[in-house]
């Protein structure tokens, strides 16, 4: 018996025979009014792109993903560890049975399959931005196996006609292995120039993503920018701190984002930088500055937003209130000011305490002026500046009467 069919069920359930899902909320219980707000100036694609044309057979596409030509960037937040950057995050969205069936029966049956965008890096590999589930389905079936919550199963083709009715690749007439292998799939390669080309490589992401939920802007860029800061970010959110005033991770990413959010601003309150609109922007061009450097001071970055995470988790009675400003939910432009301001505090060595921190965030909250800057348009310049200069006052233990 192999390994393939040692879980293999008599009569495997609709559910049971599934390809496993994460375990994370698919969603994210996060208030971002702005988080899909609109690039003003988005980079021309003949400006940052080049792409050319080129058929790959089945059998090489299977053969490349093996030798990690091809990299199928996957975004699981409780990865451990990465091989090269990019593999380390699982998606926890994936096609169900049936539509792996569908998709191998389409192929045997001779009918044409949407191509694939792949992105060709320094390296010469070549990241897969859409098409991801395709690639993987093909390699699952070439190996006979795929993996589901009750361990690998045999993936033998149920949904489909007659012709083809529990076959294997292995078990594949000869013609139909052959027409198998040899079915071309057509792919557009992305070739990013140096100016502005990853920031146009996220953007045709956004836009031409089809793997059923599309991917959420913090998912893209843990594959576009993975490097030190990404995995950076990833080992701060794992602080058991904030994950208490946080929640549970979520497959969106929206807390690691609400990090780097914290990290790229803290320039902004120390007047090294400009906050310019969108922040969706704003976090690509830090991460693509610091792809492959950690940020200045990172240990003492660490440092401070262990200690904010701490105090803001003493500061109330479960230490969830502290992101949520009143509400049922983490408020995205809160909880960025609330980390800049104290961390800040910190950095100035003020040595906050938990009563001084829930003293801060009470003068927060009753604040008309800050209300406003993290409930509405809060990716605007003067709003981020406004929340953020509020927060270091309230954090320092300045007064906001006069600024309500």
Known sequence: MTDAEETLEPTPSANSEDPAESTVAETSDVYDPDADSVDAKPVRADEALRYFGADFDVDGLVRRLEKGTFIIPTFEPLAEAETDGYEGFQRGLVWKKRQMDRFIESILLGYPVPGVFLVELPSRRYLVLDGQQRMTTLHSFVHGNYRTTGGRRKFSLRYV???????????????????????????????????????????????????????????????????????????LNQNADWRAIFGPHNRDLKDHELILRALSLMPVAQGENVFKPPMAKFLNEYLEGHEDRLPDNAEGIRSRFTEACRLLRGAS????????????????????AVLVGLMAAIENGLAPDTQSVATALSSLAGSELYRKAVSESTSHSDQVRRRIELSVKAFRGDSLADQS
């Open 317 to 336: 009675e479960t230490g969830r209130e502290a992101l949520r400003l009143g509400g049922r939910q983490v408020n995205a432009a809160h909880t960025d």
């Open 161 to 235: 006609g007659d012709e083809f009715q529990g076959l294997t690749y292995e078990s594949l007439p000869p013609e139909a292995r052959r027409l198998f292998d040899n079915t071309f799939i057509q792919a557009t390669i992305v070739v990013p120039k140096e100016n502005g080309g990853k920031k146009a490589v996220y953007a045709l992401f956004e836009r031409i993503n089809s793997g059923g939920t599309n991917l959420r802007p913090q998912q893209i860029r843990v594959a576009l920018f993975a490097g030190a800061t990404v995995n950076f970010v990833r080992e």
